[in-house]
């Protein structure tokens, strides 16, 4: 039973998520100071030019403290980070993301327009379907002398 105990103990450990976290290096391929977060910070003060996150996880890093600004998600590693204009280089706030919101957006499925379907010719000596039926009005030609 002794041993029993540990096992268990040891088995709910593992079962357990790993914890989220990001590290931002100061210069590319990850070298230089690094900053590193296991939980949300809403107000920071760091330039990163490389960026590693654990696999299967995904953090927002937003140019603004408190999660304000255009905030962008890194779903993998990056070692040449390059941040759009509005964050003029420097992260002021980042979060982890639930898992739900991990999953990578799906690549677009490019689907092929229909083909028109190919255009059926009437045969010679098959009346076609697009003529005009005889207008009711339209007289016929009637013999002159009418008939004994």
Known sequence: MKLLLPALA????????AAAEI????QRNFQG????LEAESANMNFSPRSVRVLEGQAWQ???????????RTIHESNPK???P????????????LPMAATAKPAPPVHVAPPKPAPEVKPKPDEPSKHHEAAKPDEAKPADS????
């Open 10 to 17: 040891l088995s709910c450990v593992a079962a357990a998520p």
């Open 23 to 26: 590290a931002m290096f100061s």
């Open 85 to 96: 204009r509005a964050f003029s280089g420097m992260v002021r706030s980042a979060r982890p």
């Open 33 to 36: 100071a690094r900053y590193s």
């Open 81 to 83: 980070l390059n941040l």
């Open 145 to 148: 002398k009418p008939k004994a």
């Open 61 to 71: 890093i937003c140019p603004r403290p408190f999660f304000g600004g255009d905030c």
